[in-house]
Structure formats: structure tokens, C-alpha cells
């Protein structure tokens, strides 16, 4: 059993389902333009003040892709007066300006997302060219001006023969961090899984191989650190669905804070409170006790399994035997949408 928690300590926030990149595997399937739904920045404004009257101290900001719309820096400058901001970033709308001005905003910490190694991997998913050499730019202009930066890939069978690269890239600009995430089956991943999943050996095996340079954090999303923690999760989408976690989007909808105050889909959606206990019958006990693990990752699980007490097929121990270059037909069908309460 996980603590009770009767706030949040931290929220991811979709700023924006936009953005000036077209990337394969993008999870939010974005559009060039906001789309009409999103909230407003007087919304995100208001939203905040709440957040943080109800004591939710750090926002985790991302799209789409937040830079790309125009008040962005003025929803950013005033939550970071509020609570500690983190922003995840293409990086390709940073550049030495615009970083000292997140620097003058008081962001905390960006993350800046990479396919790979290489302006041909990168571009490969991207599909924009010249965006692999400005989001190397922007992790340089960000570190120069003193913030922290982080660097992000999602491991796939292209960029897998470039991890070792990868890392050695990170640190050459200047990172201190980089995570290393797994995929998840959601928007533009979906269909093009067969030609990027790799097999759940084949992730370990790049995992097991990671020698990152002196001064260099690597986090990872693989077992012993698929920790369950959703115990402690909320997200808002950028039309204002609360869903628990960006990762669950297309699962959930505990309810919009257009309509109902955010806590009141914390305490009062069945499936949220559930999700929050943390609670996976045959989740491996050595896990439960020594890292809180409890079942690993609901997201994948549910994916997987349909199950929302299914074990987290990404991790050696629980995988069961499933394939996961494989996805259920249920997921590809176009007319699978979030599931509301109901779906405890
Ligand atoms: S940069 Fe991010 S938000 Fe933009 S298209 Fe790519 S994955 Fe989507
Ligand atoms: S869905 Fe996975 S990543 Fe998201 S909060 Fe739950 S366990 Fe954590």
C-alpha cells in the first residue's frame, strides 16, 4: 500500500497538442496549429493559482511541444513564481535568446528530446531536416546559460546501435543527465511499432551494455526502476482531461477541470483512486518491498493485458511471456478511446 496522498506533489502539463516538428512516433499526434479545445492561457493561469493554493509543488510542462505556442514564456514566467518548473523540450525553438529568457523566466530544469546519435536518425523520426543540429544547439545555449538540461531518447531499434553515441553526445554538450525511455504504444508509435519495438532482450541487452562517461546520470525506465508511480501522478491534457499520467491518455479521462475541480477527480474518480493504490496482485514481492515497484508501469501493463492489475510486461521478471514488438489488435483500432470511471 502506497502513501495517502490528499494532493499531488507534482503534475505533468500538456501546454499545447502542437508543434513545428512531425515526428513518427509522437504520442500526442500533433498538429502545426493549437487546436481550438486547448485551454487558454488565462486557463493554464488560473489553473496554476490552484495548484498551487493546494499545495502542488513542481510542474512538469511539455506538449506537443509548449515553445511552439506563442504565450508559452508567459504561462512559464508565472508558474515558475509558483512551484519548480520543468519543461521537456524539441529544443528546436531555443535558441541563445530564448534560453536566457527561460533562464530569466526561473525554469528549473529542461529536458531536450533526441532520436538518436545522429542528424540521420534524428531526422529519420522527425521528419524535419536541420532539427537534429538545432536541438544539439539548444542543449548548448541552455547549459550555457545555467540551466540544468537533461537529455532524453526513447530507445528504439534505429537509435539502439547509437545508445553508447548517444551518451557520449550528451555529455560533449554539456549535459549532466540523460534518460533513456522506453516506448510506449501511443498516437503515431502505434502503427509503426513493428519497425521500431525492439525485443524486450534486446532492451536489456542495450541497457546491461550503458557505460556512461564520468560525470554523466543515466536514468532508465526498465526494470529495477519501473516503479509503479502512479500513486503519486496527475496530468492534465492540453484540453484539460485530467488522466493521471501522459502515458495513460488514451485509457483514462477522470474528468476535465473546465468542468470539475482537479481534486474532485482525484478523490472522486473510482479508477484514479484505485490506479493510486498501487495495488498488482502478482507484482514480484522483492520489488514491492525494496524499490515500490508493485507491479511496474499501469500504462504498459494495461496496454499489454487490458488489465489494469496485469504486471508490466517490460520487466524481466514479469514479463509472462509476452511479445511486446507486438501489439494487441485492440490498441490499433482507430475507435479505442479513454475509458471514463467506469473502467474501475
Ligand atoms: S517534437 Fe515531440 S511534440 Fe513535436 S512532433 Fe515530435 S514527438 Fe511530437
Ligand atoms: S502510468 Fe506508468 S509512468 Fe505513468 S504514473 Fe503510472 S506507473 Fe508511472
Known sequence: MQPYLNTPPKITISYTESCNLDCRICYSVCARQPKQS????????????????????????????PLHRSDFLEFV??????MMTIVRTNGTLVDRHMARRLKAAGVGRVLVDLMGATAATHEWF??????????CDAIRHLVHAGIRTDVLVILTRQNAPE?????????????????????YPLGRAKP?????ALSLDEQMAVIRALEPPAGLDVMQSWHPHDHNCCWQSAAVT??????????????????????????????NSPLYRRLRQADVPHACGGCARSQRSNGGCRASAYAFHGRWDAPDPFCPTMNQGVDIRVLPERLLRESSGPEDSAGA
Open 38 to 65: 486547448e485551454l487558454s492561457l488565462a486557463e493554464w493561469i488560473s489553473f496554476c493559482d490552484y495548484l498551487a493554493a493546494n499545495g502542488v509543488i513542481q510542474a512538469y510542462i511539455e506538449g506537443g511541444e
Open 77 to 82: 514566467a508565472y508558474a515558475a513564481k509558483r
Open 126 to 135: 522527425t521528419r524535419v531536416p536541420g532539427s537534429f543540429a538545432r536541438s
Open 163 to 183: 545508445i553508447a553515441d548517444f551518451l557520449r553526445l550528451a555529455h560533449g554538450l554539456g549535459a549532466r543527465r540523460v534518460g533513456i525511455l522506453r516506448l
Open 238 to 267: 492540453a484540453d484539460g482531461r485530467s488522466v493521471g499520467c501522459m502515458y495513460l491518455r488514451e485509457y483514462v479521462d477522470h474528468g476535465n477541470i473546465r468542468h470539475v475541480p482537479f481534486l474532485d477527480t482525484w478523490f
Open 192 to 196: 509503426l511499432w513493428p519497425e521500431i
